[in-house]
Structure formats: structure tokens, C-alpha cells
Nanobody, 117 residues
Framework: QVQLVESGGGLVQPGGSLRLSCAAS????????MGWYGQAPGKTRELVAT???????NYADSVKGRFTNSRNNAKNTVYLQMNSLNAEDTAVYSC???????????WGQGTQVTVSS
């Protein structure tokens, strides 16, 4: 089992920034993928960004150039730096973990990000 604890959500004005963190604990594989999915009101959950334990990243087109997904392998923690936020970024952001050679996915509890003036 893997436990994921997220932090850093909240209310921010358009154009502002937020940083999300997600710490993993439990049975962590050294080779893994961690990242973030977002679920906007009335929509399905969608990929935002992922980063492998080797540092390879993947981003949704809508966040490229604005969001940066990074990680600290020693702390089993992944970070999502979100800049130039707009109302379309409003969503519940859930942390994601999967062993690189596993199909089992673990999810965090989700953290709300609201972009509004």
C-alpha cells in the first residue's frame, strides 16, 4: 500500500501562483511515476502532469509553459508549481502514484484549487 498526502491548495486570483505538494509513504518502488490529475466541476478527471523517478515529465497541453512538476526522490515527494493561473484551472487536484512496472494506481485525497477574483 502507498499513502499520499497532499497540501497547498486554496484560493488564488487570476494570474497568481500556487504550489502543491504530495508526499508518498508506504511500499514505494524506486522506479515509479508520480504526478497530478485534475477534475474540474462537471468534468472527468484528466491528466495535468506526471514525472518519473528518472525525471521525465509529461504535461497536459493546457498547462505547458505554466506548470512545473518536480520531485525529490529522497523524500518521495512531488511538487506542482502552478503559475499564471486562470479560471479554467479551477479543479480538485489529486496526487497520483504508480510503480513503473505496475498497473496499480494510488490516489491522494485531493486538494481544491480555486482561481477567482
Amino acid at each position: 500500500q502507498v499513502q499520499l498526502v497532499e497540501s497547498g491548495g486554496g484560493l488564488v486570483q487570476p494570474g497568481g501562483s500556487l504550489r502543491l505538494s504530495c508526499a508518498a509513504s508506504g511500499s514505494i518502488f524506486s522506479a515509479n511515476i508520480m504526478g497530478w490529475y485534475g477534475q474540474a466541476p462537471g468534468k472527468t478527471r484528466e491528466l495535468v502532469a506526471t514525472v518519473t523517478s528518472g525525471g521525465s515529465t509529461n504535461y497536459a497541453d493546457s498547462v505547458k509553459g505554466r506548470f512545473t512538476n518536480s520531485r525529490n526522490n529522497a523524500k518521495n515527494t512531488v511538487y506542482l508549481q502552478m503559475n499564471s493561473l486562470n479560471a479554467e484551472d479551477t479543479a480538485v487536484y489529486s496526487c497520483y502514484y504508480r510503480g513503473s512496472f505496475s498497473r496499480v494506481v494510488f490516489w491522494g485525497q485531493g486538494t481544491q484549487v480555486t482561481v477567482s477574483s
